[in-house]
């Protein structure tokens, strides 16, 4: 089992320079080389969604070769292929598959981990997009960042904060 105080939380998510991730619980562009970044990342790794991240999935859930744990209110919620929990608070009590776990979403669980994420994986999409749903503002925790990997519709950017810079002292 990995120790709380082990594990690297870091939130993966595309968005506008707006700040825009979602509409229709969809995304609102499709960038193919994003999902395979996706992808490459996160396998291997335990996920973190919500519920409704979690339906928009469709036929691909559960996502294949990472530990899938959903977040919801509803106890009595189960689906085959998820591990459950109530809260981030819960992470603590699993066994994961591994200690680098990843937060894809929905807006409302990058809210919740926001204060307790060491980095955020970032693909920043150059163009604006409709949407009805916004990555919450992170200012406050990361400011810095380097990228990592450019393509012609968005680049990849890894953002740091204080967070991490403590994280890396504490080891």
Known sequence: MIMPNLM???AIVAMTPERVIGKDNDLPWRLPEDLKMFKRTTAGHPVVMGRKTWDSLGKYKPLPGR????I???ESWTEEGATVIFS????QDLELQDEHVFVI?????YQLFLP???EMIVSHVYKNYEGDTQFPEFSEYFSEYEVLETYEEF???RYFGLQAIYNDIRI
């Open 67 to 70: 530990q899938n744990i959903v």
């Open 72 to 74: 919801t209110r509803d």
């Open 8 to 10: 690297k939380l870091t």
């Open 88 to 91: 981030p608070e819960g992470l």
């Open 105 to 109: 979403g929905g807006a409302q669980i």
């Open 116 to 118: 307790q994420l060491d």
């Open 155 to 157: 680049e990849v950017r």
